[in-house]
């Protein structure tokens, strides 16, 4: 099983679209994050839910808005794409517990090609 | 940000041990230092961390100074599949604090 898995791999779309990337964690984990890595391969936060929470919020775009049902899962939902907005977008899930030592595990990728 | 400095790039004979340095020389007691690695654009996979001992797991050996102000990840015999950018992290795990990924390592192993 994945532990931490998103959808859609791939996106392509025009300018001025609206769209959303899904991702589920099956480890157990309270919080999870959102990052995006763009063409020069920097891998920037933008967001992190704990159990449910919106706990940081890296001066994103309003038009971006994550939504986190349960703790298992947090969704990325991108209105009015922009060019600036192509990039791989990734998914992580931590514990952040007393007990854990909070390892980020990833998932594989989401990339948004905006036209 | 970032709280760590490593070097941009290093090259590794296949099959001998690569040794990748991280200063962070700004490090808080309550911080461990953490490595990851990406490999080409997949996820960034989780290595191993460490507060102040020497630590080694099936991946890696992480050697941290006693000072706490640099460490090194060791891969014992690396392969060609070890090729990815190593990013130093440190961080003080709860708290929700977060996790800064620089510009890494691009590690290059060459037959």
């Known amino acids: 099983d994945t532990a931490v898995s998103q959808t859609p791999k791939y996106l392509v779309t025009q300018m001025g679209n609206d769209k959303s990337i899904k991702c589920e964690q099956n480890?157990?984990?309270?919080?999870m994050y959102w990052y995006k890595q763009d063409s020069k391969k920097f891998l920037k936060i933008m967001f992190s839910?704990?159990?449910?929470?919106?706990?940081i919020n890296e001066t994103v775009p309003n038009r971006f808005s994550p939504k986190s049902p349960d703790k298992a899962h947090l969704n990325l939902h991108i209105n009015s794409l922009e060019l600036g907005d192509s990039a791989v977008y990734f998914c992580?899930?931590?514990?952040?517990?007393?007990?854990?030592?909070?390892?980020?595990?990833f998932g594989e990728g989401s990339r948004l090609t905006v036209l | 940000d970032a709280k760590t400095t490593q070097p941009t790039s290093m090259d590794c004979a296949e099959g001998r041990a690569a040794n990748l340095p991280c200063n962070h020389s700004?490090?808080?007691?309550?911080?461990?230092v953490y490595w990851y690695r990406q490999i080409h654009s997949q996820g960034p996979q989780y290595i191993i961390h460490?507060?102040?001992n020497n630590e080694t797991n099936e991946m890696a050996s992480l050697i941290i100074t006693e000072d706490r102000k640099s460490s090194t990840l060791i891969l014992p015999h690396a392969t060609l599949r070890d090729t990815a950018v190593y990013y130093c992290?440190?961080?003080?795990?709860?708290?929700?604090?977060?996790?800064?990924f620089g510009s890494g390592t691009k590690l290059n192993v060459k037959p």
């Open positions: 992580a899930s931590s514990q952040e517990g007393s007990a854990s030592t909070g390892e980020l595990f």
């Open positions: 480890l157990g984990h309270d919080t």
């Open positions: 839910y704990n159990n449910k929470e919106l706990i």
């Open positions: 700004t490090i808080s007691g309550n911080e461990y």
């Open positions: 460490g507060l102040k």
């Open positions: 992290i440190v961080r003080a795990p709860h708290n929700f604090n977060k996790f800064y």
